[in-house]
Structures are given as C-alpha cells and as structure tokens.
C-alpha cells in the first residue's frame, strides 16, 4: 500500500498553482488529502505530480457579499462545523460539515476537495446542489463560475478541467424564512453516509412554503437534485406527518441509487424515504422559526 | 520509540491487578514486528493474483529485476524446486483430501489475493513498484464463489483430481435419530446461515527473517499465535532443523485466532532470507489482511430436529456445509467447522445427534480460525432451534431450555460426540442470568413497548465451550499440551518463560502472579517472557481460550517444584523435616525462623556446600504440562472429548429494532460466565467486554463480500465495518466460579461471550419481531441485512 512515484511542489498563489497544474500532465491539487492519499496508496490515483495549496492563504476564510456567501475552497470542515460566523449566517453549512467523518478527518479535509472529489455519497456535494450554490474556479486562461447542476458529471467526475483549481464555493445567504436540515444514515459513527438527504425551505411571513429544494447523497450517480419531489409543498403553510412522508415516497421514487456493500439499491431508497420525512420536519420547523437552520 | 517517565507500580484493586504490560503498550513502547529494525534490511511485496480462478501459463519477472533497488523477484515455480511444501499431516482423517502446497502459488491461483511472486528490494516503495513490472500470463477458468453452487455436479472444481469440491467429509451418526424422529410429535425443519467475516487484528500479519549463512541459522520474528509450531513448518519448508531455527514473535496487536494460521508468506520470507543473504521483512498492508489471511465463520445449516408437544428435544440431524475458501492453508482451516459439529449439543441433553460435514473449497480466501471456532455457529444452531420449536409450542424460552437442559447430577456428563462435560450447575446459571438480567421485568417492558407498537425483544442462550483443547493425534505434526520454565536466579528474582503467546491479553500480568503465590514472592519479583522458541523446547501458542489453564497450569507445577527443591534446602539449613516448613511473604519458615527466599536462592547458585549432601545447584526446572483427559483419535463410533475442561456461559439481550432502517439498538446485555476459578477478574472482564464488541461486529456491522465471479469487495477497512467505540455495549457481567479439577482450577475464557452473544442476539431481534412474524434464522442482523428480511416478508 504504497503510492506509485510522483513529483510534489507547495505553491503560495493562485497563479502559481494554475501554472503548474497547466505545466504537467497529470497533476493534481494536493488539499486535505484524505481522499487522494489513500487513493493514491491503492495507486488507484496515479498523479506524475502533486500542487499542495496548503499554503495558499487566498484560498481560506469565508466572507458574506451581497446576499451570496464565499468560501474558499481550503476551508476545513472542521472550520465550517465550528466557526460561529459559518454556524449563525450558513448554519446548514455547518450542520452538513459536522456530519463528515471524524474529527480528524474534517480538520484536514476541505470544501472544495470534497467537491472535486464529487464522491457521490459526499455530504457537501449534495448540500451545494441543495442550496443552488457554484464554484469558482482558476486556470491560467481566467477564472469562471459553474452552477452546482452543471458541475457533477458521475461518479467523482465534475465538469472541471485537469488544470482548473477550484478557488471558492459560493452559496446565497441564509436569510429570515429560511430552514434547512441534511439527515444521514451511517452505519457507524464517523462513516460515509450510506444515504443522506438536504431538504433547504423558504416560508414565507404568514409560514407558507415558498421554495423547496431537495438534494441527496448516496441515491445516484452523482448528488441527485430531487426538487421536483417537493414541489408539492409549495403554498402549504403547515407539514403534516402525511405531508412529510409523502415527501419521502416522492424522493425515494425520484432517486436512482446503485447498490454496494453498504447497501442494496432498494435499501438506499428506503432510506431516502425515512431521511427525506426528517428533514423535510426539521427544514419546516427552523424555517418556521426566527433564526432558522 | 519515545522516551516515557517510567511505569508506576501497577495498583491493586479489589478484583485483581491492573495489567503489568500495559504502562509499556499503551505508551508506545511495545516491540511489535514493524518495530523490529536491522542494518541493511530488505523489503518483500508479494503479487497477488487479481483473478479468483486460473492457470498460470507463465511469469515473467525481468522488467521487475531490471528497477534499481530490486534484489531478486521470485515465483513459485522457481522456489518450489528449491524449497518443501506445506502439507496438513492429517492422514489419520481418512476423508481429508491431502495435499502440498508451495510458499507462492505454481501452477493455479485459486483465489483473489493468492501469492504469485515476490520481490526482494531495498524500500516497500521500490518493492511495490517492481510488482508492476512483473507479468504474469494466466488463463481464467470458471470460479466456484457460492458453497452451494460449489456443491453442484457441474460446478468448476478448484482441484481437477478431486472429481467435485468437497475438501472434507465427517459423517457424525451419534444415537438412534431414527427412532427419535418416529417418537416426535412434530419435526422443525430450518436453514440458518452465517455470514464470512474476519477476526481482524491490528497488526496483521508478518515476519522478519534472518539468517546467518556461516551458522547456518535462521532467526525469524513472525507475528503468529504459534511461534513453536511455525519453527516446525520452517524447518520443513527450508530443510533446516529445527534446532537451527529461532522463531520470536513479539509483541502483537491482537491475533484472535487469525495468526493460528501460518500464512504461506512466513514460510517465504524465511526462504528468501536464505536466497538474498540480508535481513527481509514482509508486513501485511491491510487490503493483504482482509484478502489474504484468514477468514472465517461461513456456513450454512440445513436442520431438523424432532421434539415432543412437552417441548422436549428428541433427536436432531443437521447437514452442516463450511465455505473453507481455499483449503491451503496452515493449521487446517476446516477446523472450526469440525468443532461447530461437536458442541451442537451444548449445554442440552441430546445423545441422538446426527450430522453430515462438507467442508467445501470455494474461489475465495482461506478460512480458518477466529475467536469462537466454530462453536457460535453451534451454539447459534441449537438455540435457535429451541427458541423456534418453543414458538410452535408455545412454551417460553427459559422454560424451554430448563427441559432441555442436562441435569445437574450428571456431571460428568458425556455429549452424543463424546465431550466430557465437567461443568457446574446449568439450572443455577440460568437462574443467575434471569435474575441478573431482571428478565422477569425486561419481559414486561418489552410487552409495553409492543402495545406502543415499537419492536422490543428479549432473548437469551446459553453456551458450553471446549476449553483447552488438547488435540493430539489430530494435530498432525504438532503436540498440544503446555510447558513452562522457571528460573530462581542467585539473587532471589524469578523468571518465567511460558510457550503460550500473549497478543495482549495480560499474560505478563497473570503468570507472574500465578508463579509467584506458589513461591511466596511478590508478583514484581517475577519476570515473564513467551513467544520465543531459543528459550523453550516447546509450546502450543494461545488460542481456544487455554492459556490460563495449559499455561497457568505449567507455571504453577514448575513454581511447586522449584519451590520443593528450596524448602528442602531451607530445610536443610534449619535441620527440619521440609514438612514442617512453610513458605509466605518471601520467607521459609520454621516457627519463628525464617530464612529469606533470596538466601536459599543464593545457597542454590553461589554457596552451594550449604546444600544438603549430593543436591545439584541451581534452582531451575522446564515442565510439560498435560490433562491427559483428552483422546487422541475419535473412538469406533466417531466419540472424542478434545478438551481439557469446558467453560460455560449465558447471555440475555434486550434489543429494540427499527423497522425502516433495519438499525437494531441493544439496551441491555447481561452475561453469566464460568471459567472456573478467576485469575484476575479486570482481564477476565476485558475479555469479556472485548468479545461483546466483536460479537457486535459480526451481528451488525461486518460482512465480507465477493461477487459472483469471486472478486473481493471488502477490501479496506472503508467497505469492512469494525465496531469503533461509537459502537460500545456495555455487558452487565456476573461471575460463577467453578474450578475444574485441573492444577489451579481454570476452565478457560476469552472467546466465551463471542460464542454466546451473537445467539442472544440473533433471539431478542428475533424476539423484536415477533409481531411481523418474521423468524430471525441468519447470523447477520446488519441493518441492510435485516432490511431485506423484512422486504422479502411484507413482499410475499
Ligand atoms: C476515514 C475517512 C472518513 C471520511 N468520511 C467522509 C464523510 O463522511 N463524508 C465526506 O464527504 N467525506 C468523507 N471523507 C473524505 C473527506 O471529507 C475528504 O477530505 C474530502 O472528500 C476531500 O477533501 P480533501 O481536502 O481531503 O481533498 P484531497 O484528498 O486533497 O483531494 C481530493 C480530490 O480533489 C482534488 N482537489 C482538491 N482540492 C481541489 C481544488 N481546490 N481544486 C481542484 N481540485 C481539487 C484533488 O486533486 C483530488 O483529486 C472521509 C475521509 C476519510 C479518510
């Protein structure tokens, strides 16, 4: 279990990383590394060359410009899970990267490699769709923003170029109205999730549903955008138990899961079933409530 | 390794002493194989087969010797003209296919992750690169991945010579089950099912060898279980002898049953230590440990049992099929099959008991052993069967068990396959168990719950486990029974040297306090080593939960007898019949005289004209140490007691299922356990906690996957599930001590509550369900697992 050679450099700058990652053929950007390291020592990933943007510091820090939010893309987990202005302007951000792994996982691993590691049972990825979110990303060309639903293209594929790096993730702001709540199954505490479901909702000032947004991990191909699912919702100014499970009858129908080890196909479904009808309770009632979720 | 303040002297509780070794591994300071460092070491990486069934045509190994930083690269059939083979010495099992094996593959692969070639090179990086430069042509034949499947007539055969599958076949007619059938009121037909998984140490795994060309000795450190049985394969597979061939195994993160086995790479690295004339090392990377060592449980169960309307088993037959995987595997991997069939009949009075064994080789890797043996899946047989044919009757599980149940006066009681039961009061522990675990009001609770239509159940089984198991003409070309040396040095402090191997259950700890209570000494005057054939002639290893009682019981009969020759020097000194002398808190005493037990010890080596007349000096002896109550070779009617004594335990679970999720909450878990007198009840306790997690394990969360042309799925620990500390149930324990009439009284723990839990388990989910009607006849309860059951049931 070790890696096949390959050449490493630690860039400073934007510019520096683009120029080596246009410079050689297969390099890759080395960011938490939780991902690519044990891949890399299964040599399933065979990099001639690794950009560490570790020290990059423009890619860190996460800032709130009208009504969108930016992260960089070297945000830790662990930073999204515990910074108190993440948890009070995107606490949906925080709750979902909270969800990731162990901690020391998370205090290595980064938004934007979780996102360009597109691992279809990934929570974050799954949030940005969720949340109608893009990316931004660099190459020696300009830079350019891709809508999350342009972006992921299958299983740990994204629609980024080889020698795109992805600088920051931008999401609207969290605003009054707003709820939203990511529910996974794990087998064990700090695992992959076997599926999750983010139910994002606005309501309006008398409590109606005025958007829903569904997105899920571990239910296809890539995260799956299941909106469609809860359009039903909209103009309902209250969530019934039967509302909510209609919920989870219409997302595990929308859902297109392969099985593996962790579960058959029609088990994943089952659970979108029951992750859907909790989070679609738990988005309702933050939504419901000043403050939100 | 970092410096650590020094150890604390390990306090005492009320129930025993905190482990001696472990200041020493838990800060890191534990020598384990990858700690093992020499000048000039080489690296070994192993090909491993990517195909579950093929031919070998041919190797090519140039590309590899053409990297630099390689030494050598190396196949089969290269080393298989120079080198022995592995063979299981198991000719007096007539329906034993035999056969020889090489240290890497030669002609066929016949499973994924199977050894093809190794390179030798100065780094496991350029080691690991220089595999890929290897080509190997092979032809893909048809793979065998289902047991069943492996059965059928037209099933490829993994042995052409054969003619089908079937590595081992026992028929097991115990009794008259033909009369017993035509005396029952009803016959329960079942299938149960237990799932591949594996006992997963921390350190897999693996061997540094090293040999002295002008001494002609071979040094190996291997991280086995075994370390004096693995010196007698060496010498077999190098052609050395055994008194050339030191094996040391040094500290280890857990075996559990897995490092019984020795996996054909030991044997190689000893090998190529010999061909490259530098120190070579081999560790087993993880997707190496969960491909290619030892897997263990699959079975499946074809059952009918026949009962009277009072509940009372009459006869049983059971067609009992072993997925071995590939049978090339050293000790033989059919084993726990062969002792699932002698404990069916468990703690019940059941004489006509008739079973049929086919272990079955498949295109996947070896089975063997791992923590239970193959008593679970007995245990998990019966006491399921009781539980299924109570629900017929409608008599209750407790009550079913109390009329199945050996009576208490037959002691000892032999079992239809020959077991010689010396165990305590079953009634009594039974009732223990219900009063421990309140089950009266657990009953009531679950009934509560049911009216609020949430799936409570509660479930018990009970388990007698063979101990110490003392096979001789059955272990092939290996003696099973214990030694132990003991050592008074001139000043008075003690060593001891067990041939048993601690893989961190405390040995350190309680040899050393079972030594010194026979010398009169502290336990700090007492040093204890194992795992080193340079020091003793011989051992047996740790495994079947024998240690304490074959290890325990050597150290104590080699401190007596050292202790008999110092009390009749003290004698000597004091002019006193030595019956009259008495030996406590380091002193020999006679009245009021005392002589300290460092002078006789001195007297012993140093003054030695104050021994009596014609006495040798020195206070040393090495002891051999057997039960002699075991038999040797089944009798004419197939009847064998293999074990020194019998251990004994129950368990009651109260679980709580979720029907979307298939999640199954444990609540409660109440385990009565005899193992005989206790040593020390905070180790004692830790085996039994550390069983429960992985009788948790193997229940919820692991399963190991092949697919349908025998390509492994669960290849890191990612895909195969442990339980991690998330996932912790804590055992209510309650302690019966019955001291069996072997020197010290032990019976033996350790795998005790892995054989028992999962049968509770597998009964509260079952129990759970009662309400959807859904019998619980699989081991596996993962909540995909059970998901299935519960579709599969609302669907037809
Ligand atoms: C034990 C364990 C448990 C885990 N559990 C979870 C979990 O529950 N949920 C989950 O979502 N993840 C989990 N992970 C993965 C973890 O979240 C990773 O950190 C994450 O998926 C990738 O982030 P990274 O920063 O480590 O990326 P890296 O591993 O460094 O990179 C991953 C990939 O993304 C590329 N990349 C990284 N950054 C950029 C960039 N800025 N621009 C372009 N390409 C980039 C890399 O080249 C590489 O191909 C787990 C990991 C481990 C080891």
């Known amino acids: ?293 | 390794m970092t410096a650590v303040a020094p150890p604390v002297a390990p306090p005492e509780t009320t129930t025993g002493t905190f482990r001696r070794e472990d200041t020493r591994l838990l800060c890191g300071e534990g020598e384990y194989l990858g700690d093992v460092q020499r000048p000039d070491l080489k690296h070994i990486a192993i090909l491993r087969s990517p195909l579950a069934h093929a031919r070998i045509r041919e190797i090519d190994v140039s590309g590899a010797l053409t990297l630099p930083g390689v030494i050598g690269a190396f196949t089969g059939a290269e080393l298989a003209a120079e080198v022995g083979t592995f063979n299981h010495h198991l000719e007096a099992i007539p329906t034993l296919r035999q056969l020889n094996w090489s240290v890497l593959a030669v002609d066929k692969v016949r499973f994924v992750g199977e050894a093809v070639a190794a390179v030798v090179a100065d780094s496991r990086y350029i080691a690991e690169d220089a595999l890929e430069l290897i080509e190997v042509d092979y032809e893909e034949l048809p793979a065998v991945s289902d047991v069943e499947a492996g059965l059928e007539a037209d099933a490829p055969q993994l042995y052409e010579d054969w003619g089908d599958n079937v590595f081992l076949y026992i028929p097991g007619p115990h009794g008259d089950t033909e009369t017993a059938f035509a005396n029952a009121d009803g016959v329960l037909q079942e299938k149960f099912t237990h799932h591949r998984i594996i006992g997963l140490p921390l350190d897999g795994h693996g061997a540094l060898g090293e040999f002295d060309a002008a001494t002609g000795r071979l040094v190996l450190h291997a991280s086995t279980q075994i370390p004096h049985f693995l010196r007698t394969v060496l010498a077999e597979i190098t052609g050395l002898s055994e008194a050339k061939i030191r094996v040391v195994a040094p500290d280890m993160g857990g075996g559990f049953g897995n490092k019984v086995h020795m996996v054909r790479e030991e044997a190689l690295v000893a090998v190529l230590a010999m061909r490259v004339r530098h120190p070579v090392v081999w560790k087993q990377d993880r997707t190496e440990s969960l491909t290619a060592s030892v897997h263990s449980r699959q079975q499946v169960h074809n059952v009918e049992a026949a009962y009277r309307n009072d509940g009372r088993i009459l006869g049983l037959r059971a067609e009992i099929i072993a997925d071995v995987g590939s049978p090339e595997l050293y000790v033989l991997g059919a084993g726990p099959a062969i002792v699932t069939t002698a404990i069916v009949p468990n703690c019940y009075d059941l004489q006509d008991y008739a079973f049929e064994l086919r272990c079955v080789a498949t295109n996947k890797a070896p089975m063997g052993a791992y923590r239970g043996y193959g008593q679970g899946q007995a245990v998990f047989l019966i006491e399921r069967v009781l539980d299924l044919v109570g629900e017929k009757l409608g008599i209750d599980p407790v009550e079913m068990r109390r009329i199945n149940m050996i009576p208490d006066e037959q002691r000892p009681y032999v079992t239809a396959t020959g077991a010689v039961l010396d165990c305590g009061s079953f009634h009594d522990q039974l009732s223990d168990l219900l009063e421990g675990a309140d089950y009266a009001a657990a009953c009531r609770r679950r009934d509560e719950a049911r009216t609020e239509g949430r799936l409570v159940g509660v479930g018990i089984a009970q388990m007698v486990e063979a101990t110490a198991p003392n096979i001789h003409g059955l272990a092939g070309q290996f003696g099973v029974y214990e030694m132990a040396m003991l050592a008074v040095q001139p000043d008075g402090k003690v060593n001891v040297v067990v041939g048993t191997k601690s893989q961190g259950q405390g040995h350190e700890t309680i040899f050393a306090k079972a030594a010194a209570d026979e010398l009169g000494i502290s336990p700090d005057d007492v040093t204890v080593s194992d795992g080193d054939t340079g020091v003793l002639p011989y051992g047996s290893g740790t495994w079947g939960s024998r240690s304490v009682v074959m290890g325990g019981g050597a150290v104590i009969k080699a401190a007596r007898q050292v202790r008999d020759k110092m009390v009749a020097i003290a004698a000597g000194l004091l002019d006193a019949p030595a019956d009259q002398i008495t030996v406590s808190d380091g002193f020999f005493r006679l009245g009021e005289a005392a002589i300290p037990f460092a002078q006789i010890a001195s007297a012993a080596y140093l003054h030695t004209f104050l021994l009596p007349p014609g006495m040798d000096p020195g206070l040393s002896v090495i002891v051999g140490y057997d039960s002699f109550n075991t038999s040797p070779f089944p009798d004419e009617r197939g009847k064998m007691n293999v074990a020194a004594t019998y251990a004994t335990a129950a368990a009651a679970a109260v679980v709580e299922v979720d029907p979307a999720t298939g999640v199954v909450s444990v609540g409660d878990l109440t385990i009565v356990h005899d193992c005989g007198t206790v040593m020390n009840q905070v180790i004692l306790d830790g085996q039994i906690h550390g069983a429960v997690m992985q009788a948790i394990g193997q229940t919820f969360l692991e399963e190991l996957h092949y697919d349908e042309n025998g390509q492994p799925l669960t290849t890191t620990l990612l895909d195969y599930a442990i339980p991690t500390f998330g996932d912790i149930v804590e055992p209510r324990i309650i302690h019966r001590e019955t001291p069996s009439d072997l020197i010290g009284g032990y019976r033996g723990a350790g795998e005790g509550a892995l054989i028992v839990v999962p049968a509770a388990l597998a009964a509260a989910v079952h129990d759970a369900l009662v309400p959807l009607g859904v019998p619980i006849t699989q081991a596996n309860l993962s909540p995909p697992r059970l998901r299935d059951l519960l579709r599969e049931h609302s669907a037809g």
């Open chain 1, 1 to 293: 279990m070790k890696p096949a050679r390959f050449e490493y450099v630690a860039v400073e700058s934007v510019a520096e990383a683009t120029e080596a990652l246009a410079d050689s053929e297969d390099a890759r950007v080395l960011a938490g590394g939780q991902s690519l390291v044990p891949l890399m020592n299964l040599r399933l990933a065979r990099p001639s060359l690794l950009v560490d943007v570790n020290g990059v510091g423009a890619l860190s820090g996460f800032e709130a410009r009208n009504g969108t939010l930016r992260f960089g893309a070297m945000c830790r987990h662990r930073f999204l899970e515990t910074d108190p202005a993440v948890r009070r302007q995107a606490p949906i951000v925080a709750e979902t990267a909270g969800l990731i792994g162990h901690v020391g996982i998370r205090n290595r691993g980064t938004l934007g490699g979780s996102i360009a590691h597109a691992d279809p049972v990934a929570e974050l990825p799954a949030l940005l769709v969720a949340l109608g979110g893009n990316v931004v990303a660099s190459s020696t060309t300009g830079e350019r923003r891709v809508p999350a639903a342009e972006l992921f293209a299958g299983p740990f594929m994204t629609s980024l170029e080889p020698a795109e790096l992805l600088t920051a993730v931008e999401i609207p702001a969290h605003g009054e109205g707003d709820g939203g709540a990511f529910s996974e199954f794990v087998l064990r505490h700090g695992d992959f999730a076997t599926a999750g479901v983010a139910v994002i909702l606005h309501r309006d000032g008398d409590g109606a549903c005025e958007s829903v947004r569904v997105a899920g991990c571990g239910l296809g191909p890539t995260p799956m955008d299941l909106s469609a699912a809860g359009e039903f919702l909209l103009g309902e100014s209250a969530l019934t138990d039967g509302g909510a499970d209609e919920l989870g009858r219409r997302v595990a129908a929308a859902s297109d899961p392969t099985g593996d080890v962790h579960g058959s196909g029609e088990y994943r479904r089952e659970l979108a079933a029951v992750l859907a009808a909790d989070a679609v309770r738990r988005a309702w009632g933050r939504a419901g409530s000043t403050g939100g979720g």
